[in-house]
């Protein structure tokens, strides 16, 4: 039997799909979020992604998905059922979790937040405690001590601040977001005003938010960071001691692992 997984992070803005196997992550690819797909849309971009990955249906053992936008996760489901022949697995509906939920309302904890704390602890099961800062939408700081998912912050999301920002003022200009140095100066120009404000700002709060969260934990405290800005702002961030990139996907991935194991034992 085929032990080919497709990992799928529904975010607000993009819908991250990953080809794994149990053992790793092979390949990821982005789709973006939005009220548009139909279930055909995205069973023909399935398709299209088996044919890239020169994978057929049947190859694809099973599928597992961590959503936080509902309306897309129907579509999604609708759509492997009719292309793929198969039903997701949502998390954390689907999976047992060896954490515990320590929020005052669990159910009122995003299941991306949850998933990458479970999957920051499984990779780094030593610190007492772990911080995964997950650079999306929002810029969510989640805390975990042992085995107990504490809770955490959420914070303005980066891209989405300078999309808003761009959207919302006359003069100043959509910019990009790249690290090209490695402390902030003195921008002479709007752009790298902005460009640094960004960066740097964030880098700042990131480091001195980990730095407050800290000191309500039982150290040593761990930080991950994860999103697709995380490796970009780990040159010039002092909070991070590993980036995952992947971490949700990862998380997927493990829980589908133990899933496994539980129903051979």
Aim: aromatic share 8%; proline share 6%; glycine share 8%.
């Amino acid at each position: 039997m085929s032990e080919n997984l497709l990992l799928v992070d529904i975010g607000n803005t993009c819908i991250k799909l990953v080809f794994s196997r149990p053992d790793a992550l092979e390949a990821s690819y982005t789709l973006p979020t939005r009220a548009q797909h139909t279930p055909d849309s995205l069973g023909l971009a399935l398709l299209q992604l088996l044919a890239l990955r020169k994978l057929n249906v049947e190859d694809i053992a099973a599928c597992a998905v961590c959503s936080v936008v509902p309306d897309v996760y129907s579509l999604f489901r609708d759509a492997c059922r009719k292309y793929l022949g198969i039903s997701p697995l949502t998390f954390p509906g689907d999976f047992e979790l060896d954490m515990v939920n320590g929020y005052d309302q669990p159910q009122e904890v995003g299941a991306d937040r949850l998933l990458a704390a479970y999957a920051a602890r499984q990779l780094f099961p030593e610190p007492a405690s772990l911080i995964s800062v997950d650079f999306g939408t929002a810029t969510t700081f989640d805390c975990v001590s042992g085995r107990t998912y504490l809770g955490g912050l959420i914070c303005p999301g980066l891209l989405s601040s300078r999309n808003a920002l761009a959207a919302n003022t006359a003069k100043l200009p959509r910019i990009s977001l790249d690290v090209t140095e490695n402390s902030a100066i003195i921008g002479r120009n709007t752009a790298t005003s902005m460009n640094h404000g960004f960066l740097f700002g964030f880098s700042a709060m990131t480091e001195g938010l980990c730095e407050r969260l800290k000191a309500q934990l039982p150290g040593p405290v761990f930080v991950v960071g994860t999103g697709g800005i995380a490796q970009d702002l780990s040159g010039i961030c002092r909070a991070f001691d590993a980036i995952r990139p992947d971490l949700i996907p990862e998380g997927l991935r493990l829980v589908w692992n133990e899933r496994q194991a539980r129903k051979l034992s």
